[in-house]
């Protein structure tokens, strides 16, 4: 049983941790490239979202590779989520490919049935061997999501720009290489210490949070790089979303430092029930920057979903009402990297001015939101 | 008070029960009526991009009624079945509706969650009636009326009338009247009675001579059926409704053809339509054509897709019926 998984950001990482912690075989498919998309977008029903047809292609690349087990976690809506692993179990098998499906549901009523296929996953390894690989994985992310905050928030101070960047990706290979706590935790005073020692130069920043639905917010490569675009054109970057939040649902934020019911809570004046995914926290998420002195928000979305849509409608009105100016970027496999270039910079540009502005104590009229 | 109720969305499953609630309360109800083209267009202008075309429609309705009336009525339906949900946009329908008439009109949404049980919606509709009247007894009348009537409703959609018959409570106007050729048109209640949107499709078919069968029309216990045979149950509410009677026309050779009536871009069926497609093709069922409609469709266009799959299905079933008569023979 060689298995397999879709890119999720840094999840690679800490699931390959776990495999290989158990000693069992696993194939990485290949990084997200333009033929990931391209078969993706092949395959995929022609509106379904934007990340199912990215981890459909994900799929086909790993079976190439040599994979016979997915692995891919489902629920029960309202969200299209939920029903990915079946469609793309359908759509997989009528192209012709051979492979099993392990849909993973984790709700109380369908806890046995996951515990079976957990069972078949771990190929009689012991329950607490893999408890303890998990644990450690676990370990393992929060430290990876805490090195992304760091580099959020110092990118723009960059002497040379990209020196984040390639430290980050440094700081991945050594948390890759860690076996033990004893090693995470030197490698963590190692990373942090790699991070704080770039050279920073003296710069005016703005700050920008960005919400958004979760697979587009934590896949660098399919947003386009937006992290990096707004870091070097010197935004201080908070992100609503890390990896753990998603692997504990009831961990949310520990990073970001506010929790799910604050920013139902924030929400609440403009939508006022949970709509699937992270709508609900998209809203929330931007009137909780607004709070915190950020000056502006950028909203990312995949063409389709549907919680981001009505987030999307609703943003507009908080943007108006708050004056914190939003960008929503929606995103599909057409999207053109150098449009999103330029709508970034715009924006950078905007939330600036409008931070120099308030700084002086000027009046600002009520920005539209585009 | 004068309540104003869209016709979009869900007025075309809940329209009856809401209007004879409210009647029955004493409030004045005014309804936007069916959809046109200004309706289309001013939706169309205030919603976003991304949305599907009945929340367009449904923004278009909104904005309709907005200095009409005291106030709109919105329900948020967030699961009609236990165990189940509906769409995102109907969980997040009433806030939608505040942004679009940029709080110049109250929303009264109550909201209706058949996974809390039923002393949560007993409460929820009984709040509502508080709106208009202290008298107890006269809410608990008004339910009771209201929900006769809407039972009477979908009985008649049942029985095989067109939406707006049903609504009006007549009883001629059968979609299905015993002819030869028999096509389903199955989908979301919106995109299939709208008239406008659909650019009267199912009028166009019973004048081209052929029965139309809708998901109401498929027994339930067929379609329930059916989806007990699916691996992974499916979560939304009404997209239950349309697979089971998808499937069950096809194992059950009901029809001759199936019309799967989506609007683009929505969630629920572009997942549902693969499962369905994949079903139909593995039983070996009958010709299925997805219709899939925006606000750009052109009539040309979409009539001559319906024309064609009417004159394939003809022509299928003369082949048949010419094979029959040389075994005869």
Redesign the interface.
Same mark, same amino acid.
């Given at each position: 049983m060689r298995i397999s998984w879709p890119h999720m950001g840094s999840l690679e990482f800490v699931l390959s941790s776990v495999f290989e912690e158990l000693g069992l075989e696993y194939v990485l498919p290949p990084p997200s490239s333009q033929r990931t998309l391209e078969l993706g977008a092949r395959y995929g029903?022609? &509106?379904?979202?934007f990340p199912l047809k990215t981890t459909l292609g994900n799929f086909i690349e790993a079976i190439e590779a040599g994979a016979d087990t997915l692995i891919m976690v489902?629920g029960?809506?309202?969200?299209?989520f939920? &029903?990915y692993?079946?469609?793309q179990r359908? =759509?997989l098998e009528?192209a012709g490919y051979e492979f099993r499906m392990v849909?993973l549901e984790f709700e109380p009523a369908r806890i046995p049935t996951t515990v079976r296929r957990l069972r078949e996953l771990k190929q009689g390894r012991s329950w607490s061997s893999l408890f303890r690989a998990i644990k450690f994985a676990l370990s393992k992310a929060y430290l990876i999501d805490r090195l992304e905050q760091q580099a959020l928030h110092q990118r723009c101070l960059d002497r040379e720009r990209g020196a984040t960047t390639k430290a980050l990706e440094k700081c991945y290979r050594m948390v890759w290489k860690a076996d033990s706590y004893a090693s995470l935790r030197r490698v963590e005073e190692e990373a942090f210490a790699l991070l704080l020692s770039l050279p920073r130069a003296e710069r005016e920043t703005v700050k920008v949070g960005i919400v958004g639905e979760f697979y587009l917010v934590l896949e660098p490569f399919f947003n386009l790089g937006v992290e990096e675009q707004l870091g070097n054109l010197g935004a201080y970057v908070e992100r609503n979303i890390y990896l753990t939040d998603w692997l504990r649902p009831s961990g949310r934020n520990p990073v970001a430092g506010h929790h799910d019911r604050e920013s139902e809570e924030a929400a609440r004046p403009?939508?006022?029930? &949970?709509?699937?995914?992270e709508?609900l926290h998209s809203v929330g998420g931007t009137v909780l920057y607004r709070r915190h002195g950020f000056d502006g928000v950028v909203h990312i979305?995949p &063409?389709?979903?549907?919680?981001e849509? =009505?987030a999307?409608? =609703?943003l507009?009105?908080v943007s108006r009402d708050l004056g914190i100016p939003v960008l929503s970027l929606?995103i599909d496999e057409m999207t053109g990297k150098a449009g999103v270039a330029t709508r970034l910079e715009a924006f950078v540009d905007l939330a600036r001015f409008r931070r120099r502005a308030g700084e002086r104590g000027l009046d600002l009229s009520l920005q539209p939101a585009f | 008070m004068r309540v104003g109720i869209p016709g979009g969305l869900l007025y075309y499953r809940y329209g009856k029960l809401w209007t004879s609630f409210l009647q029955a309360l004493g409030a004045e109800v005014v309804e936007s009526g069916e959809t046109t083209r200004s309706i289309l267009s001013s939706g169309v202008s205030k919603a976003e991009n991304e949305s599907c075309l009945p929340v367009k429609v449904f923004y278009g309705h909104v904005l309709a009624l907005r200095d009409k009336v005291d106030a709109i009525f919105v329900p948020r339906l967030v699961s009609v079945r236990k165990g189940t949900h509906t769409c995102p946009k109907m969980l997040g329908l009433p806030d939608l509706a505040r942004v679009a008439v940029e709080d110049r009109t109250p929303i009264i949404a109550p909201t209706i969650n058949f996974q809390e049980g039923m002393w949560a919606n007993y409460r929820a509709v009984y709040s509502l009636g508080r709106l208009f009247t202290h008298n107890p007894w006269r809410i608990i009348r008004a339910g009771i009326r209201a929900w006769r009537e809407h039972r009477l409703y979908l009985e008649r959609l049942t029985l095989g009338l067109d939406h707006r018959s049903a609504l009006r409570g007549e009883a001629e106007n059968l979609l299905c009247e015993g002819r030869e050729l028999r096509i389903a048109v199955i989908g979301h209640h919106y995109n299939v009675y709208d008239t406008f949107t659909t650019m009267s499709l199912l009028d166009r078919l019973s004048s081209m001579g052929v029965d139309v069968v809708t998901a109401d029309m498929v027994p339930e216990d067929l379609r329930k059926k059916e989806l007990k045979r699916l691996p992974k149950d499916i979560y939304w509410s009404y997209e239950q409704e349309i697979a089971g009677a998808i499937l069950a026309c096809t194992r059950h050779r009901l029809v001759d053809g199936i019309i799967f009536m989506i609007s683009f871009p929505c969630g629920p069926d572009s997942i549902v339509r693969v499962l369905c497609e994949q079903e139909n093709k593995r039983m070996g069922g009958v010709p299925l054509l997805a219709l899939v409609i925006d606000e750009h469709t052109g009539e040309g266009g979409f009539l001559t897709r319906i024309e064609a799959f009417v004159d394939m299905l003809w022509r299928k079933k003369g082949e048949a019926a010419r094979e029959r008569e040389a075994v005869a023979v």
């Open positions: 029903p022609e &509106f379904a979202c489902a029960r809506g309202p969200c299209r939920g &029903f692993a079946e469609t359908r =759509i009528e849909p403009y939508l006022t029930h &949970f709509v699937g995914g709508g979305m &063409f389709t979903c549907m919680p849509t =009505i999307k409608s =609703i507009p009105q929606v | -």
